[in-house]
């Protein structure tokens, strides 16, 4: 029920049967309906603009943790009940939790739209949080820690790695929460929590699939609009990250590794924090530079030289704070780990030196538009982009108008963002070694 | 002006010429007093317990912030005032923030201790904190950054080493501060944490010199005795530190460094937060395998092998949290870095497998409780020492025991802490070069 970071590459334009609509309910609650006609179903999300990173000192695991309490009972239905009418009509729904958001979906026959609303605006405010459901449903979370973090050596690495690029902005803090201070939570964070952001005018209701704009609204005035407004939030400002002025590494050697990686991160400019283009120009450096088979990374280490099993980049542009832009790589046959990393390190460096090539940047720019195009074919993933893009500071009109942007990007862009970030001396790599190169 | 640790190895009994008091104003103000009747003067120092470590996020620098800004006018003082009447009697004074504390003392004949108690107490309650004021005292502050921090490559790569070790406890965070969120600290800032911690409640003061108990007792009542109590504090739990499973590096490479040097730091229980005998060892450890002359790693890397110009080991025992113990070396003639490190490795190694001789130990409980009790010679040592272990959650009666706590520190004790805290996949190492080495 996890996410970090959301495995998706950008936002898109809407799909093509209907214009996309938002607007507000009275109490504050934002609604983006995006029609989709081809199929007689409806995706249904409400994204709270409440993350990880939002999390008090000290509590860190309390936004994931109503990831999980948002299933138990309410002062309306029994726990459970939620899931077991959804299955009775053959949808199927989950809930995940990244940095900065929190969000909760359900997909299913337009029919039962209202259905699926109304218990969604019952748990946002009327959740029954008592001790018994919170020692039960925290042992849960710990067991969750247990199994995803700490039986496996990437992800300890990764956490490790996380906390040491950032160094004051709280997207060092595990999504998941550090264990020591899982253990604590309790009851009366949990209602704090609960009555400081679960309430609509921090909620974000995205409806797409084979619905109208004004049953859609109709329906939220009926359900959601009924809850009373919460009090104001303070604007999301949180501690940033000061210039980094060195190399780190964090290196784990574990038995149960077999083949050998490495994975080297920037802090670099989100879209919402970004300089006019500078997030669509890391975009289109992480496509060319590692976005695929097509890449510069995949056609020399892995398809030219041979060393590499798997060499890449990505940038995870949708946060509401500065983000990281990655490389990464892992050795095949006879070749050391450190030939892949100079071989990486090799690619970022001719990119820095003589930039991207015009008809390199327009395929680029093609492959990139095009395969986020595609995302439009799956439903969930076009109100994922909608959700992620609102909860985190952007707007419809960003969506739409995104393609434009990439377009306008030149390859001396690209070339300049090469150069101003990715700087090997002061960067942050992460090494998974086997056992036996501990110490090497 | 700053102090990021007190430069003391740990706690000491009294002067010889009187016993130490300790008592409570009706405020809740804590006071010691501390005969010294050698000559015929007195230390005055008011430790606030709050430092770095408890600053709100994002407003990294503000408690050292209250260090310049205790300095400034007050409703009954113009600014300078409290200065000026400190040289007119020939008295000297300062102060200094910690991550646990901020302290400000004065040394002056026993005659003017009434006069620093009242514009100390007049400062406690007193400070006009305009616009004007904050925006003057935030440049000096910022241009001390500037001067003691970005301008030495070893302060720089010291602040990122810190952020690298810690990656949940405040610790982590700058004394002096963030540079982006020094430049925001404001008026309103500024009031909410004068006005939550400068209270009499928050706050211990120690008199230690030319004094009778009694005397410092009715001149405290008629002084800091009249400021009202404060709201009650919650106690000071911190975020905590999650186990470190991975080994860290941090590097730094500039033109200005000539000689190249490393620092390995672990985390370790601080004397308030380790299990009984722990942190005896610990200090034990550190000046066996590195307190000075005549040190394992003074006697084999520096004179036997020749290869270290400077080796040693230390441990910062009074911290309020899980604190640091640190190993360094520099190489000296054609020796490497590496050689050094691993010289420095393989004398960690050794006590680990073989532990320590009760010969070597002797002699080393002898220098150090030696070496302490020396610190009696300076009066604002010892007054030091009694104001950080108060600070940090200590009594007097700790500070007391602590010579018979020494002695009876086993080297099996001191061979187990060495295995369970200095393990070298769980370390972080900082490494400072100069420019030809980087990327070595």
Partial sequence: ???????????????????????????????????????????????????????????????????????????????????????????????????????????????ALGEMMSFEADRMRNLILTDEVIKTERDVILEERRSRID??????????????????QPYRIPVIGWMQEMEKLNRIDAIAFYDKYYRPNNAVLIVAGDVEPDMVKALAEKTYGKIERGPDLPPRIRPVEPEQNTKRTVTLADARV?????????????????????????????????GGNRSRLYQQLVVKQGIAGEAGAWFQGTMLDATNFTVYGSPRGDAKLSDVEAAVDAEIARIAKDGVTPDELEKAKDRYVRSVI???????????????????????????????????????????????????????????????????
Same sequence: chains 1, 2.
């Fill in 374 to 440: 595609f995302a439009r074919d799956k439903q969930d993933d076009m109100a994922n982009m909608y959700g992620s893009t609102l909860a985190t500071g952007g707007n419809v009109k960003d969506i739409e108008e995104w393609p434009d942007r990439i377009r306008k990007v030149t390859a001396d862009e690209v070339k300049a963002v090469a150069v101003r970030y990715l700087v090997l001396d002061h960067s942050t790599t992460g090494y998974l070694l086997p056992q036996q190169q501990a110490g090497n």
């Fill in 151 to 168: 039986s496996s050596p990437q992800a300890v690495l990764d956490e490790e790695v996380d906390a040491t690029l950032w160094q004051n």
């Fill in 258 to 290: 077999s083949v050998p990686s490495f994975s080297t991160q920037w802090v670099v400019p989100s879209y919402r924090t970004a300089r006019p283009g500078e997030a669509e120009a890391l975009d289109l450096l992480a496509e060319i530079l590692g």
């Fill in 1 to 111: 029920m996890l996410t970090t970071a959301l495995a998706l590459a950008g936002p898109v334009l809407a799909a093509d049967d209907g214009k996309v609509t938002n607007f507000l309910l009275n109490n504050g609650m934002e609604v983006v309906v995006i029609p989709d006609h081809r199929a007689p179903i409806v995706t249904h999300m409400v994204w709270y603009k409440i993350g990880s990173a939002d999390e008090p000192p000290g509590k860190s695991g309390i936004a994931h943790f109503f990831e999980h309490l948002m299933f138990k009972a309410t002062t309306n239905h029994a726990a459970g009940e939620f899931d077991r009418a959804i299955s009775a009509i053959g949808g199927s729904n989950n809930a995940f939790t990244s940095y900065d958001y929190t969000a909760f979906h359900e997909t299913v026959a337009p029919s």
